[in-house]
C-alpha cells in the first residue's frame, strides 16, 4: 500500500471527522431538518430529540448532567461567554479578579485582555519550565476579589496535562469558579467534572472527530454558576445561548462523543504506542528536545526543538507532513510561540518547534515514514549547518556576538 | 416519531439542505481542513472560503463589503450591536426575537411602529431619530412572519442623512427577492445559510469596507481578528452553495405566489369574513401566507394540522418554546378578535399543488367543525 501525502500530523489544529459522524450528520440533513425550536410540528419535535439525544452524549462523557451542558459554535466561542459570562455577572458582588495562565490558548487570553479593557484586574501567571501551573503560586494569587480561575487541561502546543484535580480541590476551597478549556482534552482524557471539581468546562466538537463549527459550554448547577449571557435573542439555550441550535452539527458532536467514550482507551493505547515510538527515534537523533513534560502529558502530542537547523528550513524540508509549529491559530503569522517563551525555551530554539500530532487515524506505517524522513532531512540540514559545526566544536553559540553586515 | 409522509409548510423557519450541497459537504467533511494551517490543507481551505465568499457576494452585489462567517444570523446581528458604544439604537417593532432582544445596557432602545399592512411606520421612524449621530438603526428587509417586504433602502437613506448607521436584517430576503446591496445600501447585513436550503449553524455578517468595530469573540486572529475561532468550512462552503443555487433560481421564486394566492381564495371562500391575510395589501414574499381566523386560537388549529400530518407554525419558531400571541399582529394594530388565531403557512417552490389542495381539504373539515363564534 502506497502511502498517502501529506502525512497529517497536525490533529490539535483539527481532525478529519469519523465516517459514521459524516453518515450521521448526511443522516439528519436527508431526513430531519426540522428548526429544534419549531414547536408545532413533528420536524421540530424530532430535530429537538436529537438535540437532547446529544446532549445526552456529551453529558456522559465528564459525568455530568445533560442540563449542565449549553451547545455554542464552539470552544473559542465557550471560552468567551465563560470568563466574560461569570466575570461580569460576578463583577456586582464586588469580584473583580481573575486568574489565567501565560500559556492559555489566544481565545483565554483575548477574552481576559477585553475584561481588562472593562476596568476587571487579570492575573496572567508564569508557568514552571515543564509547562505545568505552580500551585503555590496560584493559591498565593488568589484574593478575595477573584471569581473566576481559568487553567486549561490539555496545552494545545506542547500537550502537557495540568493537574486537574488539585487546582479543582483549591478554587472549591477558596470560593473561586474553576473554569477549563477542554478543547484538546475532551474526548482524548478522561474528564470528571465531580471529581474535578470542574465548573465550568469549554468542549469543541472539530477537535474529537466532530464537526467544526459546533461545540459545548458545560456550566454547574450544583452549587450554581450564573453567567451573564453575552448572546442576546430567541433565549435559545435557556438564554445562555441565543440562535438557531444546529440540528446536524449537534448530532455530529454528540455522536463524536459517544464514539469518544467508548473507545478512548483503545485509541490511547495505539496512540501511546505510536508517540512512544516517534519519541525515542527522534531524541535518537541527539540535541532534539521535548517541550513540556515528559509524563504530565497528552501523547498524540509531542513539541519538538531541533538544535543546530535554521528557523523555517525545517518545515520546508518535511513537506510531506502537515505539521504546525505552535498552534494553528497563530501559526499563519510566523511570530516566535509565546508558550514556548512562557517556557524559557530560547528564541533559536522556539523557532525551530515542531508539533506532532498522532490521532485516530494515524498508522504506524506513516509513523515509519515520518521518522525516516525527518531524521534524513535533520542530517541533511545539520551538515549544511554553521550552527551545527560550532556547536560540534563545543562552541556556545550564545556567546557569540553576531554582527549585522 | 417520522417525518414520513408529512407535509412540511414552514420553510420560513428552516429548509431543507439541497441534496448537492450534501454531497459537497459529504465530501470535504473528511478531510482536516484548518484555514489557519500552513500545510496545503490550509491553503485548500482557504481557497473553499474565498469561493464561497465569492458566491454570496454575487448574490447580493456586495463587492463592497467584507464578509466575515459567524454561526448563524443571531450572532452577526449581536456582534452589530455590541460592537460599538451606541448611545441610542432604533429598531422596528416587527423585528425577528434575534433584533428585538438585543439590548445593550448602555444604549437607549426605541421602537418605531408598524403600519396595519404590515410596513415599517416611516414617519414614526423620522420622530425617533435622536439629534446626535452615534446611533444604530436596525429594521429587516422581509418580516419572518407575514413576509412584507420593508423599505429598506429608503430607511438606510434616512439613516445616512441624519449620520446613523443602519442595520439590516436580511435573513428571510437572502434567495426569495433579489436584494441589491449597491442600492440598498446598508452599512451592516445578516444573513443565514439555512433558511436557502444550506446547513444550519454558520450566517454572516456583511459590513461596509472601511467600517470598523469590537468582535463579540475573541482569540485567534481568523477573520482579520473580527470573529474568533475555526471556521465552519464545511458550513461555510454549503452556505455559499446555496447562495450560488439561490441566485439561479431567484425566478422560480416569485412563481410560488401563484400558489400561495390559490391557498388564500380558496381559504378566503371557506371562512370568508371569519379570516384575515395579514399583509396581502402590500408587497410580500411569494412564499408567505399568514393568516387569521376570528376566535380561533392558533394551539387548536396546530394540533389539528399536526394529527393530519401538516406542519405549520403560528409565526415565528425563534421565540422560547411558549407557543404565545404574535408581536408583530399586536404591532400591526388588528382587531382583538383576530390575536390569537394565526398561522404561518410558508411555502418553498417543491411545494405542489397537491399539498395545498390537501391543507385546504383539512383546513374546510376543521374551520366547519369548530364551534367558533363566527360572524
Excluded at chain 1, 477585553?114 to 503555590?136: A, R, T, W
Excluded at chain 1, 515520518?370 to 559545526?389: C, F, G, H, Q, Y
Excluded at chain 2, 413576509?147 to 445616512?160: D, R
Amino acid at each position: 500500500m502506497t502511502l498517502k501525502l501529506p502525512i497529517y500530523m497536525d490533529y490539535q489544529s483539527t481532525t478529519p471527522i469519523d465516517p459514521r459522524v459524516i453518515d450521521k450528520m448526511i443522516e439528519v440533513m436527508k431526513n430531519d431538518y426540522g428548526n429544534p425550536h419549531s414547536r408545532s410540528h413533528s420536524f421540530g419535535w424530532k430535530a429537538e430529540e436529537i438535540v437532547e439525544i446529544a446532549r445526552r452524549q456529551v453529558a456522559k462523557l465528564i459525568n455530568a448532567d445533560e442540563k449542565e451542558i449549553f451547545f455554542t459554535s464552539g470552544a473559542t466561542e465557550s471560552n468567551n461567554i465563560a470568563i466574560k459570562g461569570v466575570a461580569k455577572f460576578y463583577e456586582n458582588s464586588q469580584k473583580n479578579h481573575i486568574i489565567t495562565l501565560e500559556t492559555e490558548h489566544k481565545c483565554v487570553i483575548n477574552s481576559c485582555r477585553d475584561l481588562e479593557q472593562d476596568g476587571f484586574v487579570v492575573s496572567y501567571l508564569p508557568v514552571q519550565k515543564n509547562g505545568l501551573v505552580d500551585l503555590n503560586l496560584l493559591e498565593k494569587s488568589i484574593t478575595p476579589q477573584t471569581s473566576i480561575i481559568s487553567i486549561m487541561s490539555v496545552n494545545n502546543e506542547i500537550g502537557v496535562i495540568q493537574p486537574l484535580e488539585e487546582i479543582g480541590k483549591l478554587c472549591r476551597q477558596k470560593g473561586v469558579f474553576f473554569h477549563t478549556d477542554c478543547a484538546q482534552a475532551f474526548g482524548k482524557i478522561p474528564l470528571d467534572v465531580e471529581k474535578m471539581n470542574i465548573d465550568l468546562m469549554s468542549i469543541s466538537g472539530h477537535k474529537i472527530y466532530g464537526p467544526k463549527g459546533i461545540g459545548a459550554l458545560y456550566i454547574r448547577r450544583k452549587p450554581r454558576v450564573r453567567i451573564k449571557s453575552i448572546f442576546s435573542g430567541g433565549g435559545q439555550e435557556r438564554g445562555i445561548r441565543s440562535g438557531t441550535v444546529p440540528t446536524q452539527l449537534v448530532a455530529g458532536l454528540g455522536l463524536a462523543s459517544e464514539i469518544a467514550f467508548n473507545e478512548m482507551s483503545q485509541d490511547n493505547i495505539r496512540i501511546t504506542k505510536l508517540s512512544k515510538k516517534f519519541y525515542d527515534a527522534l531524541t535518537a537523533l541527539t540535541h532534539v528536545y521535548l517541550n513540556g513534560d515528559k509524563d504530565h502529558r497528552y501523547a498524540g502530542n509531542l513539541n519538538f526543538s531541533f538544535a543546530g537547523i535554521e528557523g523555517e528550513s525545517m518545515i520546508m524540508a518535511i513537506k510531506d507532513l502537515a505539521v504546525s509549529s505552535g498552534s494553528a491559530c497563530t501559526s499563519s503569522s510566523l511570530e516566535p510561540s509565546y508558550v514556548l517563551h512562557a517556557l524559557g525555551v530560547d528564541d533559536e530554539l522556539a523557532h525551530t518547534s515542531i508539533r506532532f500530532g498522532f490521532g485516530r487515524f494515524t498508522t504506524e506505517e506513516e509513523i515509519d515514514f515520518a521518522i525516516d524522513l525527518i531524521a534524513k532531512k535533520v542530517t541533511k540540514l545539520r551538515e549544511m549547518s554553521p550552527l551545527w559545526d560550532m556547536m560540534q566544536e563545543g562552541i556556545d553559540l550564545k556567546s557569540i556576538n553576531w554582527k549585522s553586515h | 416519531m417520522t417525518n414520513l409522509n408529512k407535509i412540511f409548510l414552514d420553510y420560513n423557519s428552516t429548509t431543507p439542505v439541497d441534496e448537492t450541497i450534501i454531497a459537497k459537504i459529504h465530501e470535504i467533511a473528511k478531510l482536516p481542513l484548518n484555514s489557519s494551517a500552513i500545510h496545503s490543507l490550509g491553503r485548500y481551505a482557504n481557497t473553499l472560503i474565498d469561493e464561497s465568499k465569492l458566491q454570496i457576494t454575487q448574490l447580493l452585489n456586495a463587492y463592497n463589503y467584507e464578509i466575515i462567517f459567524t454561526s448563524g444570523a443571531t450572532e452577526a446581528t449581536n456582534t452589530v450591536f455590541f460592537g460599538n458604544n451606541f448611545d441610542d439604537i432604533i429598531i422596528s417593532s416587527i423585528e425577528h426575537a434575534s433584533v428585538y432582544n438585543c439590548r445593550p445596557q448602555n444604549s437607549k432602545i426605541s421602537e418605531i411602529k408598524c403600519k396595519q399592512n404590515g410596513v415599517i411606520n416611516i414617519e414614526d421612524f423620522i420622530k425617533k431619530i435622536p439629534q446626535h449621530k452615534n446611533f444604530l438603526v436596525s429594521t429587516m428587509l422581509c418580516n419572518n412572519e407575514t413576509g412584507v417586504i420593508q423599505p429598506a433602502e429608503e430607511i438606510a437613506q434616512i439613516t445616512h442623512q441624519n449620520l446613523g448607521l443602519f442595520h439590516c436584517d436580511a435573513v428571510q430576503a437572502l434567495g426569495k427577492i433579489p436584494v441589491d446591496l449597491e442600492k440598498i445600501n446598508p452599512d451592516f447585513v445578516a444573513i443565514s445559510a439555512h433558511k436557502i436550503n444550506g446547513p444550519q449553524g454558520i450566517g454572516a455578517l456583511l459590513y461596509r469596507k472601511g467600517l470598523d468595530f469590537r468582535p463579540l469573540i475573541f482569540g485567534g486572529k481568523q477573520q482579520k481578528s473580527k470573529r474568533a475561532g475555526s471556521l465552519n468550512i464545511t458550513g461555510i462552503v454549503g452556505f455559499g452553495q446555496a447562495c450560488f443555487i439561490a441566485k439561479q433560481k431567484l425566478k422560480d421564486f416569485s412563481k410560488i405566489a401563484k400558489l400561495r394566492d390559490y391557498l388564500e381564495e380558496q381559504l378566503q371562500i371557506i371562512a370568508q369574513s371569519n379570516i384575515i391575510f395579514l399583509g396581502n395589501e402590500t408587497t410580500r414574499l411569494a412564499n408567505t401566507c399568514l393568516y387569521s381566523i376570528r376566535n380561533l386560537s392558533n394551539q387548536t388549529q396546530l394540533i389539528n394540522f399536526d394529527l393530519n400530518n401538516i406542519c405549520v407554525s403560528a409565526g415565528s419558531s425563534c421565540s422560547s418554546g411558549v407557543i404565545s400571541q404574535s408581536r408583530v399582529l399586536q404591532a400591526m394594530g388588528i382587531e382583538n378578535d383576530f390575536l390569537d388565531g394565526a398561522i404561518r403557512v410558508s411555502l418553498s417552490p417543491q411545494t405542489s399543488k397537491s399539498e395545498i389542495d390537501y391543507f385546504i381539504k383539512i383546513f374546510s373539515e376543521f374551520y366547519n367543525r369548530a364551534k367558533i363564534n363566527k360572524k
